[in-house]
C-alpha cells in the first residue's frame, strides 16, 4: 500500500513537472505575437488552470500560474500603453479654445505641398486632431502663427535651419516648427522608405494626427493615418482628402 502510494506521488509530481514545462513553452510562444484576443485567451486559459491545479493538488503548476496571474496587470498596461496614452490624452484634451476654420488652413497646405513637390523640397507636416502630439515632440522651435504657404514653404528651403524637423498644426494654427518625431518600429516598413516618412508613421501610430510628407527624392507626396501611408494622385485630392479627415473632427 504504501509502494503505491509512493508511486502515485511520483507520477502526480513528473505531472507536475511536465505541465509546468508546458506552461511555460506554450505561453512564450503566444506572447511573441501577442494581439487583444490572444492575451484573453492566455488569461481564460491560466484562470483555468488555476482551478485545475488546485483540484488536483499541483502544487508547482499552481504557483507558477498564481506568478502570471499577479503580473498580468503589469504585463496588460506594457501590452497596451499606446492605448491608454491614447485614452488619457483624449480625456485631457481642451475643448474650450476657438479653433480657426480648417478650409482655409487645408487651401494653404495645398498650395505649399504644391510648391514643395514641384521643386522637390522635402517637408513633414503633422495636423494635430483628437489627441494631443505635445508629448512625442522632440526638439522643435514654438511659432504660434498663422497657417500660409509662404511660412510653411520658408520653413522648408535647404537653407532653413529648422528644415529638417516636421511642422505643428493645431487648432488651426501653425504652433511649432523643427520637430523630431519618433521613428516606427514596424519591421514590415519598407527600407527604401526616409526618415521623414518613417516619422511620420511613428507619430501616427501613437496618435490619429494627420500626416503630410513631400519627398525630395521623387517630388512626391503622401498621407500618412494610422501607420499607413496614401501617395497622392494630385493636388485637388490632397485638398479633399485632408477636408474628409480633418473638418469633420473641427465642427463647432
Given at each position: 500500500?504504501?509502494?503505491?502510494?509512493?508511486?502515485?506521488?511520483?507520477?502526480?509530481?513528473?505531472?507536475?513537472?511536465?505541465?509546468?514545462?508546458?506552461?511555460?513553452?506554450?505561453?512564450?510562444?503566444?506572447?511573441?505575437?501577442?494581439?487583444?484576443?490572444?492575451?484573453?485567451?492566455?488569461?481564460?486559459?491560466?484562470?483555468?488552470?488555476?482551478?485545475?491545479?488546485?483540484f488536483?493538488?499541483?502544487?508547482?503548476?499552481?504557483?507558477?500560474?498564481?506568478?502570471?496571474?499577479?503580473?498580468?496587470?503589469?504585463?496588460?498596461?506594457?501590452?497596451?500603453?499606446?492605448?491608454?496614452?491614447?485614452?488619457?490624452?483624449?480625456?485631457?484634451?481642451?475643448?474650450?479654445?476657438?479653433?480657426?476654420?480648417?478650409?482655409?488652413?487645408?487651401?494653404?497646405l495645398?498650395?505649399?505641398?504644391?510648391?514643395?513637390?514641384?521643386?522637390?523640397?522635402?517637408?513633414?507636416?503633422?495636423?494635430?486632431?483628437?489627441?494631443?502630439?505635445?508629448?512625442?515632440?522632440?526638439?522643435?522651435?514654438?511659432?504660434?502663427?498663422?497657417?500660409?504657404?509662404?511660412?510653411?514653404?520658408?520653413i522648408?528651403?535647404?537653407?532653413?535651419?529648422?528644415?529638417?524637423?516636421?511642422?505643428?498644426?493645431?487648432?488651426?494654427?501653425?504652433?511649432?516648427?523643427?520637430?523630431?518625431?519618433?521613428?516606427?518600429?514596424?519591421?514590415?516598413?519598407?527600407?527604401?522608405?526616409?526618415?521623414?516618412?518613417?516619422?511620420?508613421?511613428?507619430l501616427?501610430?501613437?496618435?490619429d494626427?494627420?500626416?503630410?510628407?513631400?519627398?525630395?527624392?521623387?517630388?512626391?507626396?503622401?498621407?500618412?493615418?494610422?501607420?499607413?501611408?496614401?501617395?497622392?494622385?494630385?493636388?485637388?485630392?490632397?485638398?479633399?482628402?485632408?477636408?474628409?479627415?480633418?473638418?469633420?473632427?473641427?465642427?463647432?
Open positions: 500500500m504504501n509502494l503505491f502510494l509512493q508511486n502515485i506521488a511520483v507520477l502526480r509530481d513528473l505531472l507536475d513537472l511536465s505541465l509546468t514545462i508546458l506552461i511555460v513553452t506554450r505561453l512564450s510562444r503566444l506572447l511573441k505575437g501577442v494581439l487583444a484576443l490572444r492575451i484573453l485567451a492566455v488569461l481564460s486559459a491560466l484562470v483555468a488552470g488555476h482551478l485545475l491545479a488546485r488536483f493538488s499541483l502544487h508547482t503548476v499552481r504557483l507558477l500560474i498564481d506568478l502570471f496571474l499577479a503580473s498580468s496587470v503589469v504585463m496588460l498596461a506594457v501590452v497596451f500603453q499606446t492605448d491608454i496614452r491614447k485614452a488619457f490624452a483624449t480625456l485631457t484634451r481642451s475643448r474650450t479654445e476657438k479653433d480657426v476654420e480648417m478650409s482655409d488652413v487645408i487651401d494653404e495645398v498650395f505649399a505641398v504644391a510648391g514643395l513637390a514641384q521643386k522637390r523640397i522635402g517637408a513633414l507636416i503633422v495636423i494635430e486632431r483628437a489627441i494631443q502630439v505635445d508629448s512625442y515632440l522632440a526638439v522643435g522651435t514654438d511659432i504660434d502663427a498663422k497657417v500660409t504657404s509662404e511660412l510653411i514653404s520658408s522648408f528651403l535647404p537653407y532653413s535651419p529648422i528644415h529638417d524637423g516636421a511642422v505643428i498644426i493645431q487648432h488651426g494654427k501653425l504652433t511649432k516648427a523643427g520637430c523630431f518625431l519618433p521613428l516606427t518600429q514596424n519591421l514590415e516598413v519598407s527600407k527604401s522608405l526616409g526618415t521623414r516618412h518613417r516619422a511620420a508613421m511613428g501616427s501610430e501613437l496618435v494626427a494627420v500626416v503630410v510628407v513631400v519627398s525630395e527624392e521623387t517630388g512626391t507626396a503622401s498621407i500618412v493615418v494610422g501607420g499607413k501611408k496614401t501617395d497622392v494622385v494630385d493636388m485637388p485630392s490632397l485638398g479633399k482628402t485632408l477636408r474628409r479627415l480633418v473638418e469633420p473632427r473641427w465642427l463647432k
